[in-house]
T-cell receptor, first 116, second 114 residues
Framework: AQTVTQSQPEMSVQEAETVTLSCTYDTSESDYYLFWYKQPPSRQMILVIR??????QNATENRFSVNFQKAAKSFSLKISDSQLGDAAMYFCAYRSFRGGSEKLVFGKGTKLTVNP | KAGVTQTPRYLIKTRGQQVTLSCSPI?????VSWYQQTPGQGLQFLFE???????NKGNFPGRFSGRQFSNSRSEMNVSTLELGDSALYLC?????????????FGPGTRLTVL
């Protein structure tokens, strides 16, 4: 069974600074998807970024980028120029590439605080 | 386009009762998944429905069940509620069930069991 580990329960960053959230996972599969989701205090889960394991290039979405190290099974999220609106719980998630099933396996989350 | 909606947003029940939660996916989405979120266990997959058929099920007791209607709306039911069932229940939808689809989450239903 796949597992996802987020070793940082809480992180804080100063506004406009850069922060990196860590995520490691365990799987025997070679093809899969990895995601970072953001859950603000309003509780609506929002997709931040996704990475297909077969792609070597790290995904980037505006101020959000990932460092995907497949051999190390590591998938960290970097947030540049942090903004107050980035404060939220961040969840790393894994999904199998095998067709059809939508099961996401989540880490326990990292609570990010952005200080003005 | 409207997002995923869940009703009700908040529920208070007592032990032994049963509860039904509803999820309306984004228009055109045919796959609906349910997750339970608790402080202790985090986010755990309950089940997924696609075209009215349960396609995958998580490791939950049979008290947890669900269904999907022809309009893709989904309901989940929990019978004989226990204190440990108190949680945020999240629903997520995606288009036609292909692995590459992005999943969109609803705001959740907060269930409190007294």
């Amino acid at each position: 069974a796949q597992t996802v580990t987020q070793s940082q329960p809480e992180m804080s960053v100063q506004e406009a600074e850069t922060v990196t959230l860590s995520c490691t996972y365990d799987t025997s599969e070679s093809d899969y998807y990895l995601f970072w989701y953001k859950q603000p205090p309003s509780r609506q889960m929002i997709l931040v970024i996704r990475q297909e394991a077969y792609k070597q290039q790290n995904a980037t979405e505006n101020r959000f980028s990932v460092n995907f190290q497949k051999a190390a099974k590591s998938f960290s999220l970097k947030i540049s120029d942090s903004q107050l609106g980035d404060a939220a719980m961040y969840f790393c998630a894994y999904r199998s590439f095998r067709g059809g099933s939508e099961k996401l396996v989540f880490g326990k989350g990292t609570k990010l605080t952005v200080n003005p | 386009k409207a997002g995923v909606t869940q009703t009700p947003r908040y529920l208070i029940k007592t032990r032994g009762q049963q509860v039904t939660l509803s999820c309306s996916p984004i228009s055109g989405h045919r796959s609906v998944s349910w997750y339970q979120q608790t402080p202790g266990q985090g986010l755990q997959f309950l089940f997924e429905y696609f075209s009215e058929t349960q396609r995958n099920k998580g490791n939950f007791p049979g008290r947890f069940s669900g269904r999907q209607f022809s309009n893709s709306r989904s309901e989940m039911n929990v019978s004989t509620l226990e204190l440990g069932d108190s949680a945020l229940y999240l629903c997520a939808s995606r288009t036609d069930g292909r692995t590459t689809d992005t999943q969109y989450f609803g705001p959740g239903t907060r269930l409190t069991v007294l």
